[in-house]
């Protein structure tokens, strides 16, 4: 058996993985409505309607796949290892970019949008 030389790049399987999970997070960031209507409505002592309990169990699904799918990723990461860092900063700016200053700024304008 011919043990995989992670210099050579990602595997196909690591590469599936990544962008599933990249477009599952999408999916669950954009279409949140359902599961926040099934919430405020159970929060507030009412019956939420059955379109928002089937959007609330799709979302409660699609969060435990992600989950599943990042465990199996993190896997293959300790048994196949990574390709080095890339040396320019440009993707590291684009990461940071994407996964720390927009969910910040999105916060702070979906509670503003709440209470005003
Ligand atoms: C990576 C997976 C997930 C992502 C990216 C995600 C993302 C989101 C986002 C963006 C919202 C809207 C928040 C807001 O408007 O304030 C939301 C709402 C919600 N999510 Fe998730 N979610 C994930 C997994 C889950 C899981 C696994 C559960 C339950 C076990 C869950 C339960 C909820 C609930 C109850 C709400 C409504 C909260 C509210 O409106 O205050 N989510 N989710």
Same mark, same amino acid.
Request: proline fraction near 4%; glycine fraction near 6%; charge should be neutral.
């Given at each position: 058996?011919? +043990?995989?030389?992670?210099?050579?790049?990602?595997?196909?399987?690591?590469?599936?993985?990544?962008?599933?999970?990249?477009?599952?997070?999408?999916?669950?960031?954009?279409?949140?409505?359902? !599961?926040?209507?099934?919430?405020?409505?159970?929060?507030?002592?009412?019956?939420?309607?059955?379109?928002?309990?089937?959007?609330?169990? !799709?979302? +409660?699904?699609?969060?435990?796949? !992600?989950?599943?799918?990042?465990?199996?990723? !993190?896997?293959?990461?300790?048994?196949?290892?990574?390709?080095?860092?890339?040396?320019?900063?440009?993707?590291?700016?684009?990461?940071?970019?994407?996964?720390?200053?927009?969910?910040?700024?999105?916060?702070?304008?979906?509670?503003?949008?709440?209470?005003?």
């Amino acid at each position: 058996m011919s +043990v995989r030389d992670s210099t050579q790049g990602y595997s196909a399987t690591q590469i599936m993985l990544h962008w599933t999970v990249a477009l599952l997070v999408a999916f669950q960031f954009f279409l949140n409505q359902g !599961i926040g209507d099934a919430f405020r409505a159970v929060m507030s002592g009412e019956e939420p309607t059955a379109d928002a309990v089937d959007a609330a169990n !799709i979302h +409660v699904t699609m969060g435990l796949l !992600i989950l599943m799918l990042a465990l199996w990723r !993190i896997g293959l990461r300790l048994t196949l290892g990574a390709p080095p860092a890339p040396t320019t900063s440009s993707s590291c700016c684009c990461s940071l970019w994407l996964f720390s200053t927009l969910p910040a700024r999105w916060c702070s304008t979906s509670s503003s949008a709440r209470t005003s």
